[in-house]
């Protein structure tokens, strides 16, 4: 009889190594911002609810209870506050970036420690709704046996900070738009289930991009840009054939806390607000 084949773990992937330029100066870093006091009836204390909290506890809903965090040096006030997770019945696992010219650079930090598992990836400066959003994109990624599941929402405008999302009627992607002026899409994606097939074409377009960056000026050699995208990368895999299901949420909602308006919407009481 042949051996079981062993599921694959669902873990999740936080990127918590940026500068937050367009917030700064914050007196913490923006991952762990408090936005409200947490009330759960199991803490033991009342503790601030920072941002990134909301993500976790979306991860949750999948019954994660690995997370890796990749922070950059310095950024040692989200591995004192957030700690090991056991507050949250959690095992988080912090890594360092190396190469500073993106999120996709940064998530290869943890390619060794997630190659086989189906990863759960959120921005720690969004919150979004509805809470169990993940559990739809897991659904869709056992359903489909898709490479990547990408979960949608409607993008204010203007669209030109948003990375805009074509699907056909099968809500399967056939394309992406970067900053575009004007667009007839609607939405834009902010969270992502993928399977190890992904995570390997993700490390192989990080060693191939890296050698297109002058590290001293931190620019790749042949233009100005200083970081790629996840939407970049999601492109790249798209057109390598790898395939990408999305979950749109018509009703839900996100706010990103990374830029000035949103941070003082936020700072005005986030559970009134949004």
Known sequence: MPAKRTPPKIVGLI???????????LPCSKE???????????NEILRPKVVSQYLIEGMQQVDVTKVYIIIRKGKWDILNYL????????????????LPFGVPFTLDQAYHFVKDDIVVFGFPDIIFKPREAF???IEK?????????IGLFRAPEPYNTQHMVEIDSGDQVCGFEIGPSQTTLKNTWIIAVWSKTFTQFLHEYVAIESKRFDKNSGKKVD???????????FAAALQKGLKIDSVTFAK??????????NLERISQNYSNTH
């Open 141 to 149: 990624q056992i359903l489909e046996n898709s490479d990547i599941v």
């Open 83 to 98: 700690g090991s997770g056991n507050w949250m019945a959690m095992n988080f696992a912090y890594l360092i970036m190396d």
């Open 135 to 137: 559990t739809h994109l």
């Open 252 to 261: 839900g909602s996100f706010l990103d806390i990374g830029s000035p308006d």
């Open 32 to 42: 762990i911002y408090p936005v409200e006091f947490d009330n759960s009836p199991e």
């Open 15 to 25: 990127p918590a190594a940026g500068t937050a330029e367009r917030i700064s100066p």
């Open 223 to 233: 233009s100005n840009d200083k970081e790629v995208s996840m939407t970049q990368v």
